[in-house]
C-alpha cells in the first residue's frame, strides 16, 4: 500500500506492507478512542516527478498493467504526473490536510516509492 500524507508544508510519500482496508479498520478504532472525527471517500491523488530519474521508463510499462489506477500524463518542464485512484481519509470532509491510500502491485508501489525517494534527495540537496 503507498500512503501519502498530506500537511500544509507540503506531503510525505510512504510504502507499507498492510492493506488499505487493514490500515482504515485501524484508523477508525483510533478515531473513536480517541472521540475524533474521521471522514473517508474514494478519491484520486497525484504528484511530480521529474523524467530524468533513473529507470523512469520501466514505470511506464509498469502502468499498462494497472488499467485505471494509476495514470501517467506528461506535463511540461520535463515532469510526469503520477495520478493515483484510492481512499482519502481526513478529519473533516473538507480538509485540506489528511492522508492518501491506494493499493497497486507491490513492484509497482516500491518503485514508485523508490522513484519519488529519489527525486526528493535532488530536492533537498538543491535547496540545501
Same mark, same amino acid.
Given at each position: 500500500?503507498?500512503?501519502?500524507?498530506?500537511? !500544509?508544508?507540503?506531503?510525505?510519500?510512504e510504502?507499507?506492507? !498492510? +492493506?488499505?482496508?487493514?490500515?482504515?479498520?485501524?484508523?477508525?478504532?483510533?478515531?473513536?478512542?480517541a472521540?475524533?472525527?474521521i471522514?473517508? !471517500?474514494?478519491s +484520486?491523488?497525484?504528484?511530480?516527478?521529474?523524467? @530524468?530519474?533513473p529507470y523512469f521508463d520501466?514505470?511506464?510499462?509498469?502502468?499498462?498493467?494497472?488499467?485505471e489506477?494509476?495514470k501517467?500524463?506528461p506535463?511540461? @518542464?520535463?515532469?510526469?504526473e503520477?495520478?493515483l485512484?484510492?481512499t482519502?481519509?481526513?478529519?473533516e470532509? @473538507?480538509?485540506? !490536510?489528511?492522508?492518501?491510500?491506494c493499493?497497486?502491485? @507491490?513492484?509497482?508501489?516500491?518503485?514508485?516509492?523508490?522513484?519519488?525517494?529519489?527525486?526528493?534527495?535532488g530536492? +533537498?540537496?538543491?535547496?540545501e
Amino acid at each position: 500500500m503507498l500512503k501519502i500524507t498530506y500537511t !500544509e508544508n507540503g506531503f510525505y510519500l510512504e510504502h507499507l506492507k !498492510e +492493506t488499505p482496508e487493514a490500515w482504515i479498520a485501524k484508523r477508525v478504532l483510533l478515531c473513536l478512542r480517541a472521540a475524533t472525527s474521521i471522514y473517508a !471517500e474514494p478519491s +484520486t491523488a497525484s504528484f511530480l516527478l521529474p523524467e @530524468d530519474l533513473p529507470y523512469f521508463d520501466q514505470l511506464k510499462t509498469l502502468q499498462s498493467g494497472h488499467g485505471e489506477s494509476i495514470k501517467l500524463i506528461p506535463n511540461e @518542464d520535463n515532469f510526469l504526473e503520477v495520478c493515483l485512484q484510492g481512499t482519502w481519509v481526513a478529519a473533516e470532509e @473538507d480538509s485540506q !490536510e489528511g492522508v492518501f491510500i491506494c493499493a497497486l502491485c @507491490d513492484r509497482t508501489e516500491f518503485f514508485l516509492y523508490q522513484l519519488w525517494q529519489e527525486a526528493n534527495i535532488g530536492t +533537498t540537496v538543491v535547496s540545501e
